[in-house]
């Protein structure tokens, strides 16, 4: 998002987050942790600026998941029954979703980044982000063995407005459950009825981006509250395990880029992987650039049809979809920074916890908004339903903006990608008809 006049506001999230780490550092070192100077100053005005920014992202959680879902879903819905091309984009969707998330766990688990901080330091910021029984709290509930038949009927919500108020707290599944089967109808019923529906989920979905809009207003002296706040608390080893995290985002997200992408273009598209890259580069460096997939639509529509001459029905159905529906950079994202976060703060997650991160991932795909900072209300929900306390984004909020920037072009590039195989797939299929015919 650029700022009509000035420093854009990407930089000024880079300063404010310099700034926080290199001032909180510096009081870290002179005053120590112990000082109840310092303490005062963390704990009340610079907390007070965090928290107010990470409450203006939360307060539109809700109303921004169950929009994006519902339209998401209802487009897919209504592409089904255009044909074969709906099915073809979906499949590939979350082929390629499962793929980027399992790339995901399968890092974290092996490299382990959030290991290796000193249980005191451990201690110190769990309670620093959460009252500690609360933590203590949802880590048994999270241990309490149900049947299978239990789990799966509490997707099913009794009642989504009861859900939607406690999404915080573990209450988005079935509030994702509800707006999957409101969008599935939704695509069902006749269009005079499904149109004001479908006007005002648009409305309200435009409205909750704004939301995020207004708050990434605050972001740097709200990223700089943050950083200074987690640096002052714990100098810096923290800072070291949260670089070994963010090289492991960009490694994870390009060996999706680089190695599945190129993989799917050769077999499926038929096409030469470096020659499809050299093609869309302007589409990737816009990515790059604006942090947002709705941002770069424009340009990955012309480039689809101009650089690659893909048919302009199919490319523009796909990406418009692809946009919102298909972020494979951001569930991989995901993935690896709830994974990451709960061996953090020392929560042991089960193989079905890891299914639980798995599938709300791939969902979160779906369900992200195509915005600077669109995967962080879904990252609150999926560490309360892990029992993380939602509060510890702080933590790696300050770095977001370059794993941002890195994940947007994942997301683009996926879009195309499904594109051109879809293309491929019909012309062959086109030509399968021509000669049954
Ligand atoms: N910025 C991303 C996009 O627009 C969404 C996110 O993961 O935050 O694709």
């Known amino acids: 998002m650029q700022e009509r006049r000035g420093t854009p506001l990407h930089t000024k999230i880079l300063i404010g987050l310099i700034l926080g780490a290199v001032l909180g550092l510096l009081a870290q070192s002179t005053l120590g942790t ?188 709200g990223v700089f509250a943050l950083v200074f706040k987690t640096t002052a608390l714990l100098g810096l080893d923290a800072l070291l395990a949260l670089g070994r995290y963010a090289a492991l985002v960009i490694v994870c997200l390009a060996l999706h880029q680089f190695v599945t992408y190129s993989v799917v273009i050769k077999l499926i598209a038929k096409m030469n992987p470096l020659d499809f890259f050299r093609r869309i580069r302007t589409v990737m460096l816009t990515a790059f650039a604006t942090s947002s997939s709705n941002a770069t639509l424009p340009e990955a529509l012309r480039s689809a049809r101009e650089d690659l001459g893909l048919p302009r029905d199919i490319s523009s159905f796909v990406l418009t979809v692809g946009a919102t529906a298909n972020q494979n950079g951001t569930a991989l994202f995901e993935g690896v920074t709830v994974l990451f976060l709960a061996q953090f703060f020392g929560i042991p997650l089960t193989v079905a916890d890891q299914f639980t991160v798995v599938f709300l991932s791939i969902l979160a795909g779906v369900g992200t908004a195509g915005v600077p900072g669109g995967s962080w209300p879904m990252i609150a929900i999926l560490l309360a339903k892990v029992g993380v306390p939602p509060t510890a984004i702080g933590l790696v909020l300050g770095i977001d903006r370059i794993l941002d920037m890195s994940r947007t072009v994942l997301n683009v590039t996926g879009d195309i990608t499904i594109a051109a195989c879809v293309s491929k797939m019909e012309e ?4 399968r008809d021509a000669e049954g015919a």
Do not use: C, H
Request: hydrophobic fraction near 55%.
């Open 428 to 431: 062959r299929s086109g030509l």
């Open 34 to 221: 112990g000082n109840e100077t310092l303490k005062w100053w963390v704990d009340n005005p610079l907390n007070f600026v965090g928290m107010l920014f990470l409450r203006m992202i939360f307060m539109i959680v809700v109303p921004l998941l169950v929009s994006a879902l519902i339209l998401g879903v209802a487009d897919i819905g209504d592409a089904r029954k255009v044909g074969r091309v709906g099915v073809r984009s979906l499949v590939m969707t979350l082929l390629l979703s499962g793929i980027a998330v399992m790339i995901a766990v399968t890092a974290v688990n092996l490299i382990r980044p959030g290991e290796g901080l000193a249980p005191e330091q451990r201690e110190r910021l769990v309670a620093s982000y959460s009252k500690k029984e609360d933590a203590e709290k949802k880590v048994a509930q999270s241990k309490e063995a149900k049947s299978a038949w239990d789990t799966i009927l509490e997707f099913v919500p009794q009642n989504p407005v009861q859900e939607a108020a406690r999404a915080l707290e573990g209450g988005l599944i079935p509030l994702m459950v509800f707006a999957l089967i409101f969008g599935l109808a939704l695509s069902a019923v006749a269009p005079e009825k499904a149109l004001p529906i479908k006007e005002f989920m648009e409305g309200l979905f435009a409205v909750s981006q704004k939301v995020i809009e207004f708050a990434m207003k605050l972001a740097p002296i």
